[in-house]
Each structure stands twice: as C-alpha cells, then as structure tokens.
C-alpha cells in the first residue's frame, strides 16, 4: 500500500498546516515534522512526504507573514478521528488549562463519553462562563439528564438570546414539556423560521395540540420533506384526520419504510380500514416485532379471522404479558374456545382487574356456571 494511502485528505491537509504552525516554535522543518507526527502518530517520513507532496513553503527564509498559533482543538479532533482518545485529552486538557474554551468543551465530550459526568460538567461550567455557546448547549443537556431543568432552561435561553439555533430548539422542547405552551411557540418558531428541522417537527406538534391544525401540518410538511420520519408520521395522522386517505398512507409508508415502527402501526390501522387486510398483517408484524404492543393485539386479531389460531395465540399472549387489556380479553376468548378454561378465567380476571368491563361480565359469567 503506498505511504498515507490510509488517510483521508482532509487528515493529510491539516496534518501539512500543523508542520507549518509548528516551524517557528520547533526551529526548523525537521523538528516540526517530528514534533506534529508524535502528536498525529503519524511515521515522520510519511508525514515529510506530504509536506513534499504539498508544494508548501517551509524553508527557514520564507517571506510570507508568520503562521496562525496551531488550532489545538482541530488538532484534537485530527487525533479523536485517528481514534487516539488519549492523546486527544491530553492536548485538549493542556489547553482548557489556559483557557481555551474549545479545547475544554471537546475535553467534556471525551470525558462524557467515559461516564466521567461530574469532571465534564465542570469544564463545560467553566466553557460556558467564558461564553462558548456550544459548552453551554452540552451542559444544558447534561442538567435535563439530571433532573435539573430550571439550570438547563437559564443556560439554552441565554444562548438562544444570543443567536443560537440549537438552543432555542432545545428551550423551546423543554418549555413544551413544561407546559409553558406561549413562550415554546415563541422559541421553536424562530428556529424553525431558520431552517432548523428538530424545531419544525416540534412546532408541529405543539400546534397540532393547540388545535392549530393548518399550520401544524404545514410545519409537519416541513419536517417530513427534510427526511424527519417522526414527522411524516404526525403529517399522516393529521391528513387522515382530514380524510385525505390517499396522501396520509404516502407518508405512513414513507416513514415505515424507512424504520419509523410507529408509523408502521398507522399504516396497519389506515390499511385494515381499507380492507387490505394482507398489507395491514406485514405492517402491523413489522411493528409488533419492533415491541409495540398494541400492533401485536391488532395482529393477533386479524391472524385469528384469517384462521391462524397458533400465531394469534401467540401474538395475544405477548401483548398481554406487556399489559394490553384487550389482549389478555381477547386471549382469554381464544383459550376458552379451546376448551382451556382455567388458564382462560386466568387472563379474563386479568383484563377484568384492568378495567375490561366485557372480561369482568364474562368472567361473573363462567364464575357463576361452575358454582351452579
């Protein structure tokens, strides 16, 4: 294999302009090959070679202006993409030590990355402090993961007053979840005005709550174009609300084929109610193997009407051991027929202690047929 051949361009690149940097703090060429290629792992002749390869000026008489200080987060993040997360942390935690705030923000995602979260939230606290946007984004997250939501809503607002996107979808997603339904709309609005797509599904789905119906599937349209599956599922249920029957199994299809489970389901319910049943048993599998346990019921159901009583039993008995009421019904009725009667009034007391009002009167039923 010729020599680099292994490494990316965009790897080769930096590694030349990191020679260059490195010139007049080493002393020479030599030296700043050597010193970048320990840094990089990198053979040093593999790395002179493409500084040859280059064209670039090295000589010690060069007149061109003196080279920008080395980026030591881009130096950082060359070493994390070589996969050398040790030598990464080292160079950026040399650097977050003298206040580089980038370098100490990608040291919290390192550590993060370790499950050292209380050594990475002081780095990312003390990022933050100094006013790197992205420290505070990342911090705000590890607060939310912490249950501490008030914290995380002062750092996202103070960036998303500033300008950042990503913060005021965040703010705006914690808000919704807060119930603070004004000020959500507010956030999520000006970061779907700019293109965010996170914020576009989400405004969708806050407008879709608030009764807004037209614009929450404009925004959902939005959304779902840019490739989000969650919201070509709402865009679907929104246009099945509509009657648009036609255009809403477009997007549930969309979605479920591209592994959207619960879209799956909805395009299980949308083909049933059109008579397709055999489509509406693959979508609803499709789902029902992915663990949702409503799709396993309604698979179950129509397994039964198609006469496979093994499958149906089966897919009965794994929504009810999940909790679906009907479920455990509609085993009970099966387990019944079969002439299983005690395991039958088992699931039918099940249902009925869930609130099944037919299990419970069924139940009474064959509980007062063995007493008499």
Same mark, same amino acid.
């Given at each position: 294999?010729?020599?680099? +051949?292994?490494?990316?361009?965009?790897?080769? #690149? #930096?590694?030349?302009?990191?020679?260059?940097?490195?010139?007049?703090?080493?002393?020479?060429?030599?030296?700043?090959?050597?010193?970048?290629?320990?840094?990089?792992?990198?053979?040093?002749?593999?790395? +002179?070679?493409?500084?040859?390869?280059?064209?670039?000026?090295?000589?010690?008489?060069?007149?061109?202006?003196?080279?920008?200080?080395?980026?030591?987060?881009?130096?950082?993040?060359?070493?994390?993409?070589?996969?050398?997360?040790?030598?990464?942390?080292?160079?950026?935690?040399?650097?977050? #030590?003298?206040?580089?705030?980038?370098?100490?923000?990608?040291?919290?995602?390192?550590?993060?990355?370790?499950?050292?979260?209380?050594?990475?939230?002081?780095?990312?606290?003390?990022?933050?402090?100094?006013?790197?946007?992205?420290?505070?984004?990342?911090?705000?997250?590890?607060?939310?993961?912490?249950?501490?939501?008030?914290?995380?809503?002062?750092?996202?607002?103070?960036?998303?007053?500033?300008?950042?996107?990503?913060?005021?979808?965040?703010?705006?997603?914690?808000?919704?979840? =807060?119930?603070?339904?004004?000020?959500?709309?507010?956030?999520?609005?000006?970061?779907?005005?700019?293109?965010?797509?996170?914020?576009?599904?989400?405004?969708?789905?806050?407008?879709? !709550?608030?009764?807004?119906?037209?614009?929450?599937?404009?925004?959902?349209?939005?959304?779902?174009?840019?490739?989000?599956?969650?919201?070509?599922?709402?865009?679907?249920?929104?246009?099945?609300?509509?009657?648009?029957?036609?255009?809403?199994?477009?997007?549930?299809?969309?979605?479920?084929?591209?592994?959207?489970?619960?879209?799956?389901?909805?395009?299980?319910?949308?083909?049933?109610?059109?008579?397709?049943?055999?489509?509406?048993?693959?979508?609803?599998?499709?789902?029902?193997?992915? =663990?949702?346990?409503?799709?396993?019921?309604?698979?179950?159901?129509?397994?039964? #009407?198609?006469?496979?009583?093994?499958?149906?039993?089966?897919?009965?008995?794994?929504?009810?051991?999940?909790?679906?009421?009907?479920?455990?019904?509609?085993? =009970?009725?099966?387990?019944?027929?079969?002439? !299983?009667?005690?395991?039958?009034?088992?699931?039918?007391?099940?249902?009925?202690?869930?609130?099944?009002?037919?299990?419970?009167?069924?139940?009474?039923?064959?509980?007062?047929?063995?007493?008499?």
């Amino acid at each position: 294999m010729p020599a680099g +051949q292994e490494y990316s361009d965009q790897f080769r #690149q #930096q590694a030349v302009r990191m020679v260059l940097d490195e010139r007049p703090q080493a002393g020479g060429r030599l030296e700043a090959i050597k010193r970048v290629a320990d840094q990089l792992n990198v053979a040093p002749q593999t790395l +002179q070679q493409w500084v040859d390869q280059s064209g670039a000026e090295t000589s010690e008489s060069s007149d061109a202006a003196p080279p920008a200080e080395p980026d030591t987060y881009k130096q950082g993040l060359l070493l994390v993409r070589r996969g050398d997360f040790e030598t990464a942390e080292m160079l950026w935690r040399t650097a977050a #030590q003298t206040g580089n705030t980038d370098a100490a923000t990608g040291l919290g995602r390192l550590l993060v990355q370790r499950g050292e979260l209380d050594e990475a939230e002081t780095w990312w606290r003390k990022a933050a402090k100094m006013g790197n946007t992205d420290a505070a984004n990342y911090l705000g997250l590890l607060l939310v993961q912490r249950g501490e939501l008030d914290e995380a809503q002062a750092w996202w607002r103070s960036t998303a007053e500033a300008g950042d996107i990503a913060a005021a979808t965040m703010l705006g997603v914690l808000l919704m979840q =807060g119930g603070e339904h004004d000020e959500a709309q507010t956030w999520l609005r000006s970061a779907a005005d700019a293109g965010n797509i996170l914020a576009a599904f989400n405004l969708g789905v806050l407008l879709k !709550r608030r009764g807004e119906l037209d614009e929450a599937t404009r925004w959902s349209r939005t959304a779902a174009e840019a490739g989000n599956t969650d919201a070509a599922n709402n865009l679907g249920l929104a246009l099945e609300q509509r009657g648009q029957l036609d255009e809403a199994e477009t997007w549930y299809r969309t979605a479920a084929n591209a592994g959207n489970t619960t879209a799956a389901y909805n395009l299980g319910l949308l083909l049933k109610q059109r008579g397709d049943l055999d489509e509406a048993v693959t979508w609803y599998r499709t789902a029902a193997n992915a =663990g949702k346990i409503n799709a396993a019921n309604n698979l179950g159901v129509l397994l039964e #009407q198609r006469g496979e009583h093994d499958d149906a039993l089966t897919w009965y008995r794994t929504a009810a051991n999940a909790g679906n009421i009907n479920a455990a019904y509609n085993l =009970g009725v099966l387990l019944a027929r079969d002439g !299983r009667l005690e395991e039958a009034l088992i699931w039918y007391r099940t249902a009925a202690d869930a609130g099944h009002t037919t299990a419970a009167n069924t139940l009474r039923l064959l509980l007062d047929q063995e007493q008499t």
